[in-house]
């Protein structure tokens, strides 16, 4: 149950963000990976590339939320809780299904879910995102890092368009990523 709440919240929250971005078109400048800051705060350690921004940084119910979003409209959540036998499959087509509902139905969305390098710990979502027959291909990916008390589920966001200015920061976001006990 608090796994359902955690998803929904996170989806809801970045949806309304995500969705203003998405039809604004303004373009995604790269990640500037040259110049790290770091971020430390309640046993989460992560390098955040100089130009983006920490959105959303709570703990809810005993979850730490964490967002980071860049300049343009791609998407960093990571998701730290105690519970570490959730399975990243299922949390994937949670989160999925809960983004979905959160569409409005103005919006389309197929999606397809790529299990080939499950094996490396990755999750790939393909996603469509259509409006007035503008169709903008989207990549989700999703993985989890589990240390020795708790679990975090990261995922990343960009359309696939920006992917070369968005993914050194998504590389940078998630190789530096650690978990300590606190």
């Known amino acids: 149950m608090a796994h359902a709440r955690a998803v929904h919240r996170v989806a809801s929250g970045w949806l ?104 490396e710990g990755t999750i790939r979502e393909h996603y469509t995102v259509s409006l007035a027959g503008v169709k903008v291909p989207h990549l989700r990916e999703y993985r989890k890092i589990t240390g020795a008390h708790r679990s975090a589920f990261l995922i990343t966001q960009s359309a696939d368009e920006d992917l070369a200015q968005t993914q050194p920061g998504f590389d940078l976001l998630v190789k530096s990523f650690k978990l300590t006990d606190r």
């Open 16 to 119: 309304a963000a995500g969705l203003a971005l998405l039809l604004a078109g303004c373009g995604e400048p790269a990640a500037n990976v040259s110049a790290p800051k770091p971020y430390d705060r309640l046993g989460v350690h992560v390098q955040l590339p100089g130009n983006w921004k920490v959105s959303d940084d709570q703990r809810v119910a005993g979850s730490h939320y964490l967002t980071v979003e860049s300049p343009g409209s791609a998407i960093f959540i990571a998701i730290v809780q105690a519970d570490r036998g959730l399975e990243l499959e299922t949390f994937a087509r949670d989160f999925s299904a809960e983004a979905d509902k959160q569409t409005p139905s103005v919006l389309r969305r197929e999606t397809r879910f790529d299990l080939s390098r499950f094996a």
